[in-house]
T-cell receptor, first 114, second 115 residues
């Protein structure tokens, strides 16, 4: 079945450091890929998405590129802020489920210190 | 746009109580709503998918008699945890999908604590 694998956290960085959170996926078809962010005590917010190979999703300084050849969708940010501290989830949905069912990775906690 | 409201945000109750959680799409009609459960430091587990006016589709291993889902209108779905026990304590999150769109819009979640 479909699955998403994320690097284990927590990832601890100083403010203004470069961030990479790795995400790879296994899918039977041609999925859409997502990054969601969860702040403490809250639900999930869509951070960015990509629906086809080589698409780059970007939002709030975060970027991720859909790499079909390596089945990856790594999240990057050039300069993190304390307010970026949260849990980040990589996810996919497939056409054969009508893009209904989201499959999530286990999440990666990011801690940014001043 | 695409705001989903979930209520209550936190519930603490005694074992054996039934608890109802509401999920509302505030500015769009949600033909499909989803209910997830999140264990501490774990990912989200899809519990069930509900379509307006029809029975919910439950994921394998989820007890449908334990977790009752009703999707009576295009803007409201409810999850009732019946006869809750401490092992049902968790963070429950709903999401809603507009029409045949690919995006799910999430509520802020409900922290359920059963004593």
């Amino acid at each position: 079945g479909d699955s998403v694998t994320q690097m284990e956290g927590p990832v601890t960085l100083s403010e203004e450091a470069f961030l990479t959170i790795n995400c790879t996926y296994t899918a039977t078809g041609y999925p859409s890929l997502f990054w969601y962010v969860q702040y403490p005590g809250e639900g999930l917010q869509l951070l960015l998405k990509a629906t086809k190979a080589d698409d780059k999703g970007s939002n709030k300084g975060f970027e991720a590129t859909y790499r079909k050849e390596t089945t990856s969708f790594h999240l990057e940010k050039g300069s993190v802020q304390v307010s970026d501290s949260a849990v980040y989830f990589c996810a996919l949905s497939e056409r054969n489920t009508g893009f209904q069912k989201l499959v999530f990775g286990t999440g990666t906690r990011l801690l940014v210190s001043p | 746009g695409a705001v989903v409201s979930q209520h209550p945000s936190r519930v603490i109750c005694k074992s054996g109580t039934s608890v109802k959680i509401e999920c509302r799409s505030l500015d769009f009609q949600a033909t499909t709503m989803f209910w997830y459960r999140q264990f501490p430091k774990k990912s989200l587990m899809l519990m069930a998918t509900s379509n307006e006016g029809s029975k919910a589709t439950y994921e394998q291993g989820v007890e449908k008699d334990k977790f009752l889902i009703n999707h009576a209108s295009l803007t409201l779905s409810t999850l009732t945890v019946t006869s809750a026990h401490p092992e049902d304590s968790s963070f429950y999150i709903c999401s809603a999908r507009r029409g045949d769109g690919r995006l799910q819009h999430f509520g802020d979640g409900t922290r359920l604590s059963i004593l």
